[in-house]
């Protein structure tokens, strides 16, 4: 059972209003990291052109936490039509080309959209969500400014990561898969931080507040669940050096998985289908 108790950390990431605020700004750019944004941005428009609608960054890079050699470079790409597979293999030999010619960066990940799906009424509070809160404008015209504020309530909860008991058999399909411990790493890496995310959005309603670090998300969830505690707190630990321990994998598809997929379903529902 979840322990009532009052988290020992202040809720935060809210306006005075109660909705999320923005985080993240190209100005809080480390400044090693600035060459590969500037890069990054150019590549990007020329290799979409007037197809692209808008162009995002997130994650630790302009949050302005990442580490040099150790952060990767997340982006979001939104086109004015529907992306193709060549789109998408375009996207990924972009990513594998930053990668190679910048050591400050371990990676890249590009989500990849088109302008229609992210405005849907279906995507308004996951992808929609993402783009208006998480996301830093990098190219175009922000489509933060055609979506709702957002506060850290149930339905949030719910649409953001009520679909982990869907993605548990395909977690396992890809253990099953992976022939090298750099493809390990990545995958604790990848689940670690996942887990840890949906932990905290699993209470975020009752926190009343919002946060992306990992260990604070950690924090968060253990004054609610605190039996579960230490495996989040190890989780958000691995999420930012990950190790190839197959163990560690085993235990997220197979104990803490699918007891924070039931709980999560239990608490906040199932998230609306995908087609």
């Known amino acids: 059972m979840a322990a009532e108790t009052v988290p020992a950390v202040a809720a935060k990431g809210l306006d005075a209003e109660g909705f999320i605020e923005r985080e993240g700004s190209l100005g809080r750019v480390p400044h090693p990291f600035r060459p590969v944004v500037a890069a990054a941005r150019d590549r990007v428009l020329g290799l979409f052109g007037s197809r692209l609608h808008s162009a995002y960054l997130y994650g630790s890079i302009p949050r302005g936490t990442a580490r040099v050699g150790r952060s990767d470079l997340d982006l979001l ?10 789109d998408r293999e375009d996207v990924r030999t972009l990513g594998e080309a930053l990668d190679k010619e910048f050591p ?18 279906l995507e308004r509070h996951d992808m929609g969500w993402f783009v208006a809160c998480l996301c830093t404008p990098l190219l175009g015209d922000d489509l933060a400014e055609y979506l709702p504020r957002y506060r850290p309530d149930s339905l949030l909860a719910r649409e953001t990561n009520g679909d982990l008991a869907l993605l548990l058999p395909r977690w396992r399909e890809r253990i099953e898969g992976a022939d090298s411990d750099e493809t390990r790493r990545r995958l604790v890496r990848f689940m670690s931080r996942h887990l840890v995310r949906t932990a905290f959005t699993l209470v975020m309603p009752r926190w009343n507040g919002w946060t992306s670090d990992l260990p604070e998300m950690a924090e968060v969830f253990a004054a609610y669940y605190p039996e579960r505690a230490d495996q989040v707190r190890t989780a958000a630990v691995l999420g930012r050096s990950p190790s190839a321990d197959t163990a560690v994998l085993r235990t997220y598809v197979d104990d803490l998985g699918p007891w924070l997929a039931d709980e999560y379903t239990r608490v906040h529902g199932t998230k609306t289908p995908r087609p």
């Open 104 to 121: 400050q960066i371990d990676g890249v990940g590009t989500l990849l959209y088109s302008r229609t799906l992210l405005l849907s009424e």
């Open 77 to 86: 790409l939104a086109l004015n039509e529907e992306p193709t597979d060549a």
